[in-house]
């Protein structure tokens, strides 16, 4: 007897029905969300999500050219908007605003040896902060560079002091 082995060319189904349509794309929906999200609870979250608006919208899944190619989409589209939804309110420039200045440090002499392991450009932007309280937007005016690249420095010189000043070298 003789078998035929051959892989055989196996049109894709149009799915009919809400079951159907769950059947025949979960898996590919669950693999696009959790390659966009990356961790597996928000996976199955866009996955519910996707299925949910595919359910609302059986009408335009009925009329796309390719089903699967639809479904793909729509899953893509909302794990997007729930990596979006993901992000932090409030950026980087607010959280570095609203520290207020130093009072009184607790062991100046340490303080004075963190700062002096700091580079001119650290010490500059940590003096702009907290001994004359400057604004992110003034200290971007001051140095001549963009709010942004101002945040991110003075937030890397303030780790750099914070590990000075606790006795390491970072």
């Known amino acids: 007897m003789h078998v035929d082995i051959r892989p055989q ?21 669950y693999a696009a969300c959790f390659r966009i999200l990356g961790r597996p609870q928000d996976a199955e979250d866009a996955t519910q999500e996707t299925f949910l608006s595919l359910f609302r919208e059986q009408d335009k899944v009925a009329a796309a050219t390719s089903t699967r190619a639809w479904v793909l989409a729509i899953a893509r589209n909302t794990a997007i908007s729930m990596l979006r939804a993901r992000r932090p309110a409030a950026p980087l420039l607010e959280e570095v605003a609203g520290a207020a200045p130093i009072r009184e440090p607790a062991d100046r002499e340490r303080l004075q ?26 200290m971007a005016d001051a140095t001549g560079r963009n709010p942004g690249s101002v945040a991110v420095a003075l937030c890397r010189a303030l780790q750099r002091l914070r590990g000075l000043y606790h006795g390491g070298s970072r």
Do not use: C, I, N
């Open 9 to 29: 060319k196996v049109e894709p189904r149009s799915a009919s029905g809400p079951t159907e349509l769950v059947e025949e794309y979960f898996m590919d929906v």
């Open 113 to 138: 040896q963190a700062l002096a392991g700091l580079s001119e450009d650290e010490r500059l932007l940590v003096q702009m902060k907290f001994l004359e309280g400057k604004s992110p937007a003034e």
